[in-house]
C-alpha cells in the first residue's frame, strides 16, 4: 500500500487543478458552516448541566425563576407624580409582554396604599411612603433620584429568549415618551449576559485583525529570504474558516474563553506554513518542483503531522474539564491545528506548482553579500548552530540550571491564586456592569443564596418548624445575611406570624398565598426553595460563606429523609474555584501522559521523552512567571500548563525529526544536533516569532480574562523557543551517547562547529 504522503505528492504534481478545485469546494462547504457559529453566554459556559451541580442548578432557574431585569429610573425626584405615573403606564406596557411573569416597583406599593390607585398629589405619596416600612421602601426607592422596577421573567427561560425580551423592552422604553429629567436604564444579570455577548462579537473581530496584521509584520520581517513571504499568512486564514466550519457544524459555540482561541490558532497554525514553505524554498533552489513538492511532503508532512498530533494531544487534555468553557476551548484549538496543518500541507505546493515558483537569490546562496537578509539568515543559523553544538558537548551544567529554574517556578506556581468572579473578567468601562454595580452601590447587594429542599412532605409542621429554625439560625449566626425568605417566613405572614400546628392548617394557609408568590418557593408538596439575602462578597470569602451554610445544614440535623442542597450563581463561581484549580493540574499531567504515550508509540523508544523534557521546564517558569507578575488563574490561564506542552512540543519535535534524518546519513550525533538546530533552528525562530506576534494580539483586548493570557502566553512562546533552540540540544547529546538510538551509533564525530 502506497504511503499516504507519497499518493498526495503524486496527485499534487500530477493533478495540480483537481487538488485545488476540491480544496476550494471544501473551503465553500466551511463558509456554509461560518453562518451556523453561535454565542454563548451566562451559566451553560461555566458548569456542565449535564453534572448533579449543574442539573441542581438549572432545575432551580426553571422552577423557581430566572434572573430578573431591572429598570433603573432617575430623576430630579422619582417621587413627582408625572414620574411615577409615567413609570406605572410603563410597567403595565412590560406586563402584557411575553415570557414576563410580573413586574413591581415603588408605583405598586403607592397603590396598594391607596386603595390601588396612585396618590395624585407629592404630600399623599410622601406621607404613604414615610409610613411604609423602611425595609420595602429601601428596596424599590433607594433614593430620591432613583427609582427601580424589577421585571420577573417566566421560569426556565434560556438566554436567547432573554435576549429577544430585552430587545423588546428596550424598543418599548425608546416610544414610552418619559416625562423632560427621566431616563431609563435596562440592567441586570440578563442585560449584563447581553452586552457581554455583543462585546464578545466586536472582540473577537478586533482580536483576529490585530492577529492577522501583528502576524503580517512579523512574517514580512523575518521572512524575507523567501519568495510569497506573505502566503503563510493566506494559509492560516484558510485555517481559520475552515475552524469556524467545523465549530458551526458540530454546534461548538463561542464563549469568553473560546474567543482567545482564534489568535492563539493564528499563532500556532502559521507554524505549520512556515514550516513547510521554508523546506519547500530549501529543495526547490536545489532541485525541480516536482521533486521538490515529493521531498517537501514526504518528509515534513510526516515530520510535522508528529509535531501537529502532539500540539492536538495538549489541547484534547482540556476536553477532560468539567468546566465546559475549557473544554470547547481545547475543541476548537484542536480543530484548529488540524485544519491549519491540512492547508498547509496542500496549499503551499500546490500554490508553488501553480505559480510556477522560483525561490529567491538563487545566485546569492553560496557567497551572499554582506549586510542582506540571506547574509543575516546565515549568521543566525550559524549562531544557532555553533551554540547547540556547544551546548551538546557539555549539556550537564545547562540542564542543571535550567531545572532549578524549573522547580522554584512549579513551587510559586502554588502560590498563585484563582480568580471564578466573572465581572473581573470582562471591561471595566462596560456600562452593563457599571448599571450594576450602580444599584450594588446604592441598594446594597441584590444577590441571594438559595437552598434547596426536598422531602416526602415539606409542607409538614415538622419540616416547616425546620426550614423556620434553620433560615433563622442562619440569618442571627451570620453577619454576611441580610434577610431569608421560604415557603416557611410567608406562611408566617399568612398566618398572623405563627407556624401552623397541623398540614391542613398548612395546606389552608398555602392556599391564601397569591400563586405568583408561592410559585418562587414551593414546587408541589415534595420541595421547597430559601432564598438567603447576602452582603457584598468577594469570590473568596462567597466561597468560605457557602462552605460555613453547607456545615450548618449538617449541624442543624434535618429531618430523616430530607435533602438540603445549596445552588445558584453564587455556590456555582465558588464550585468554578475549586474546577479551575483541579483542572488546571490535571490538564498539564493528562497533557504530559498523551503526549508521552504518542512519543513512545511513535518511536518505540525510551529517548522519544527527549522533547518532553525542555518542555517540563517550560511549564515550571510560567508558573514562576505568573507569580511575580501577580496575575490569577482564571478559565483561559487554566489552559496554560496544558496548551504551553502542546505548543512547544512541536519545535522539539520539529528539531529531534531532522535530527534523527541526518544521523540517517551516517553523520555523528553532535554534528546532526548542530546541523538539525541550525536548519530548522530558523524555521521555528521565524514561526515562534510569528505565533508570538499572534498571541501579542490578546495583550490588547478589552476583557481582562483575555489580556492576562495574553501576556503569560507570549512569554510562554519564547520560552518554548529557548527550551527547544538550547535545551533540547542537552537532552539530545545525553541520550544518544547514553541511551542509544540505533541511527546514532556513529562515531560522534568533530561536528562543523566552526
Known sequence: MKNPYEWL??????????????????????????TMVTMETGDDTYIDKDTPRGALLAHYKDTYGSDAIMLIYEADSVRNPDALRYIDRLQEDLRNERYVDEVSGVVDLLKQANGGTLPPSMAEINTIIEMAPPEMVERVLPSDMMTISVIALEPGVSTQVQGQVLENIETIISISEPPPGVSVTVSGTPAFSKEMGEAM????????????????????????????????????AVGLILTFGFMGIFGIPVSMVVIAAFPVLIGVGIDYAIQFQARFDEEARH??????????????????????????????????????MIADFGKVCAIGVASCYVAALIIIPVVGLITNYRPKNETQTVNPAPGTGHSLVLRYEHFIGKMAYTVAKRPLPVLLVFAIVAAGGYYLDEKVPISADEKTFVPDTMPALQDMEKITRTMGATSTVPVIVTADDVLSPEMLAWIDRFGTYEVEQNDKMTGVTSIATLIRDYNGGVLPETSAE?????????????????????????????????????????????????????????????TGSGEMFTALMDDIADSKTFMTVLGF???????????????????????????????????????????????????????????????????????????????????????????????????ISGFA??????????????????????????????????????????????????????????
Open 9 to 34: 505528492a503524486n496527485a499534487i504534481n500530477n493533478h495540480t487543478w483537481t487538488v485545488a478545485g476540491v480544496a476550494v469546494a471544501v473551503f465553500v462547504l466551511a463558509l456554509f458552516g461560518l
Open 201 to 236: 462579537g466586536a472582540e473577537m473581530g478586533t482580536l483576529i485583525l490585530v492577529a492577522m496584521i501583528f502576524m503580517t509584520i512579523a512574517v514580512m520581517l523575518l521572512f524575507s529570504h523567501v519568495r510569497y513571504r506573505l502566503l503563510p499568512i493566506g494559509v492560516v
Open 287 to 324: 532541485s525541480p518542483l516536482p521533486e521538490a513538492v515529493w521531498t517537501t511532503i514526504t518528509q515534513m508532512g510526516p515530520s510535522i503531522l508528529i509535531a501537529m498530533t502532539a500540539t492536538a494531544l495538549g489541547f484534547i487534555a482540556m476536553f477532560f474539564t468539567p468546566v465546559p
Open 506 to 566: 398548612a395546606d389552608a394557609v398555602v392556599a391564601r398565598i397569591p400563586a405568583s408568590t408561592l410559585e418562587s418557593y414551593l414546587n408541589g408538596n415534595m420541595e421547597a426553595a430559601l432564598e438567603f439575602s447576602t452582603v457584598a462578597m468577594e469570590m473568596n470569602a462567597m466561597k468560605s460563606f457557602i462552605e460555613g451554610i453547607r456545615s450548618d445544614i449538617a449541624w442543624n440535623d434535618p429531618p430523616a429523609g430530607a435533602t438540603v442542597r445549596i
Open 593 to 691: 501522559a498523551f503526549i508521552l504515550g504518542f512519543l513512545l508509540l511513535v518511536y518505540r523508544r525510551i529517548g522519544a521523552v527527549s522533547p518532553l523534557v525542555p518542555i517540563a521546564f517550560v511549564v515550571g517558569w510560567c508558573g514562576g512567571i505568573m507569580y511575580f507578575l501577580g496575575l490569577d488563574y482564571t478559565p483561559l490561564t487554566a489552559v496554560l500548563g496544558s496548551m504551553s506542552i502542546g505548543v512547544a512540543s512541536e519545535y522539539t519535535i520539529v528539531i529531534m525529526e531532522r535530527c534523527e534524518e541526518e544521523l540517517a546519513k551516517g553523520v555523528g550525533y553532535l554534528e546532526a544536533i548542530q546541523t538539525a538546530v541550525q536548519k530548522i533552528g530558523m524555521a521555528i525562530t521565524v514561526s515562534g516569532v510569528a505565533t
Open 697 to 754: 494580539a490578546l495583550t490588547v483586548s478589552t476583557f481582562n480574562i483575555i489580556s492576562n493570557f495574553g501576556v503569560v502566553t507570549v512569554i510562554t512562546i519564547g520560552f518554548s523557543l529557548v527550551g527547544a533552540i538550547i535545551a533540547l540540544p542537552a537532552v539530545l547529546s545525553i541520550m544518544y551517547r547514553h541511551a542509544g538510538s540505533p541511527r546514532a551509533q556513529v562515531q560522534a564525530g568533530a561536528g562543523v562547529a566552526d
